[in-house]
């Protein structure tokens, strides 16, 4: 039996749920915005990745209705939702802050939604008890939001902006205010809560090893342009500028020229007198242009002798140990200054260490481990 | 206990004997036997009685009353929705003008208020008395409650309503069921102070009151000029207590109130 993948956007007979047309928008003279064109599938959880500042709020407020492009089109369910106000559209937004109705009762906080559409009273009480079991706060409906735990309200914003059935949830930073262990443990809740429920889910985050968790794909944004949409693996081994590659995670960037060796292979001159790495790359390089290559900590191997038959091997030493418990990360700097990561697992307990600081060492990769960037 | 350095305690005597000794001799002297209020004859309550058999500090008394709760209650309505206009509505033409215009009369001189309200009222016909008082009342008291409640509208967290609007509700609906129930204690408080302002208002009363309605400050004041009566003493020994038990029961009751959220927000991080 072979396991369908969720996979809409490969699929070009798939309408978008929402779909982004050259969307710009400026605050004044400012382009928070800057003519984006995005599509997000029904069912997807999609998440809105980038420093602070880069656009993503922007994008989900003009989604929940209290902004509106300035210029280009939102499609909702192939409907222009320009027009239409936030108290008028089938998209709820959980808030950074909560936004918990404070002189409420958790049941009348999510039953608030309800109340509006004017729901027949034991259809409520019948919604609100199945979000309330959801949640895992059956025994907190009485209570006030200043009488329950952070990571409580946390669960009572999600009740609330879910109540309504709504075809799009926002939640713009959901789990900023949750320590890190709970935090974890809320991101595989929210995954799991979006697929019971089938809600097409939005995450604004600037958390990247959040975005990966939880999303099926990301948006990596900068500037109010987005870089790069896909899914979390592409992101992570197929970036597609430096920028995208250094966002996400650890990064040795080695810049230089290329040059085809045929067979989709290139060599990249790094340093004078330096033997050029060999990579491997869909991308084309014509001979002698500019290139960046991108290669992950953990994909390079650190070692005392020259590793017989790699691809790519050079000499340096220990500059730097940083011990994480879990890895150790090497950095080595290379005779020509440039400085290389390289990661390893500490599989066994520490007791005497290969290397330390300033001993000779060899690092190398495949030809295959790095991604080869021109931009 | 920290022990307080003989210079504090000087300066804390200093300070309260400077507020509160006026005070106190008035209260001594209220319950005076004597009708002069200079001399001490022995303790007696009948200037208390005498009080209550006066009709015309009684009925004073009375019309302050309405006064006061009227022109408060339209105070707190005209100076919430200012309130909200100018921190909520955005930028719109002349909203700094607006803005300033709302806080002048605060600093305006109440004899100029009091004088152009008096040509106002005369100008359109309007009889003075109770109405015209309350109309006076409620413009200088506005302002007062436009301040409290802005300064709460401020730092309230304009998520809250859009959560509200984004879970359904009008922009009306949205502040009735939303906001209005958060920044209540604020609004109380600007119609309490919108209260005492017109219960302790003397100038533009003296402006726009007629020979049909006097205030209280008014009688009091017109009386002292022919002499200060043990029954003034008596009727500001009343008004005091009043006060005093109104600020201490509020002060009471929000001391509460913190202490409770206090405990329950501990219980709930406890209980995470």
Not at chain 1, 190 to 207: P, S
Request: glycine share 6%.
């Amino acid at each position: 039996m072979t396991q369908t993948v969720f996979a809409p956007w490969d699929d070009p007979n798939e309408k978008p749920l929402i779909r982004f047309q050259n969307v710009t928008k400026r605050f004044g003279a400012f382009t928070a915005i800057d003519d984006l064109t995005l599509d997000i599938f029904e069912r997807e959880f999609f998440a809105l990745l980038g420093p602070s500042g880069c656009g993503k709020t922007t994008m989900m407020r003009m989604l929940a209705g209290f902004e509106t492009p300035s210029a280009g089109t939102i499609e909702l369910a192939g409907q222009d939702i320009a027009a239409v106000p936030p108290n008028k559209r089938a998209v709820n937004m959980m808030f950074q802050s909560y936004a918990l109705f404070p002189h409420l009762s958790v049941y009348d906080n999510i039953a608030f939604g309800l109340r509006r559409d004017n729901m027949p009273k034991a259809d409520l009480d019948a919604r609100v008890a199945e979000m309330l079991k959801l949640t895992r706060l059956e025994k907190f409906a009485r209570r006030k939001p200043h009488q329950i735990s952070g990571g409580q309200r946390q669960r009572v914003a999600l009740a609330r902006s879910l109540a309504k059935a709504p075809k799009l949830l926002l939640l713009d930073e959901p789990l900023g205010a949750l320590d890190a262990k709970l935090r974890q443990a809320t991101q595989f809740e929210l995954m799991d809560i979006q697929e019971k429920t089938g809600t097409t889910f939005v995450i604004v985050t600037h958390d990247q090893e959040e975005a990966m968790t939880v999303a099926s794909r990301v948006a990596v944004m900068d500037e109010g342009r987005v870089m790069q949409v896909a899914t979390p693996e592409r992101i992570y081994e197929a970036p597609d500028s430096v920028y995208v590659a250094d966002f996400i995670g650890d990064v040795n960037i080695v810049s230089g020229t290329a040059r085809p060796a045929g067979d989709g292979m290139f060599h990249v001159s790094w340093a004078d007198g330096a033997a050029p790495f060999a990579a491997a790359s869909e991308r084309v390089f014509s001979d002698g242009q500019a290139c960046h290559l991108a290669i992950r900590p953990e994909k390079i191997a650190i070692s005392e002798e020259r590793p017989p038959g790699a691809d790519n091997a050079v000499t340096g030493k220990v500059l730097d140990i940083a011990y994480l418990g879990n890895l150790s990360t090497y950095h080595v700097e290379l005779p020509g200054g440039q400085i290389i990561k390289a990661q390893t697992a500490n599989t066994r307990r520490i007791s005497r260490r290969s290397f330390t600081w300033e001993d000779p060492v060899w690092v190398s990769w495949t030809a295959t481990a790095g991604v080869l960037l021109d931009q | 206990m920290m022990r307080l350095s003989w210079f504090n305690v000087t300066s804390l005597t200093l300070g309260f004997a400077f507020l509160y000794l006026p005070m106190v001799i008035l209260i001594i002297y209220s319950f005076n036997e004597s009708k002069l209020v200079t001399v001490w004859a022995g303790f007696s309550t009948k200037w208390y009685g005498e009080l209550l058999r006066n009709e015309a500090f009684l009925d004073a008394a009375w019309v302050t009353i309405k006064v006061a709760v009227l022109s408060s209650t339209f105070a707190t309505v005209l100076g919430t929705m200012a309130a909200y206009v100018l921190v909520r509505g955005g930028r719109f033409l002349g909203r700094t003008v607006f803005s300033g215009m709302i806080y002048a009369p605060l600093v305006m001189p109440e004899v100029i208020t009091g004088l152009s309200l008096l040509l106002l009222f005369i100008g359109i016909g309007l009889d003075r008395g109770v109405i015209t008082i309350v109309l006076a009342h409620t413009t200088f008291s506005m302002c007062y409650v436009s301040v409290v409640v802005s300064s709460r509208l401020m730092t309230f967290d304009r998520s809250l309503e859009e959560a509200a609007l984004d879970l359904g509700c009008s922009s009306f609906d949205a502040f009735r069921l939303v906001t209005l129930p958060i920044i209540a204690p604020a609004v109380i408080s600007g119609w309490l102070l919108a209260f005492t302002l017109s219960l302790d208002d003397l100038v533009i009363a003296s402006f726009t009151a007629g020979p049909a309605a006097t205030t209280l400050p008014i009688k009091i004041f017109s009386a002292v000029r022919l002499g200060v009566s043990p029954e003034i003493n008596a009727l500001s020994t009343i008004m005091i207590g009043i006060v005093t038990i109104g600020v201490i029961s509020a002060s009471l009751v929000s001391k509460r109130n913190s202490l409770r959220q206090q405990r329950e927000e501990q219980a709930a991080a406890r209980a995470a």
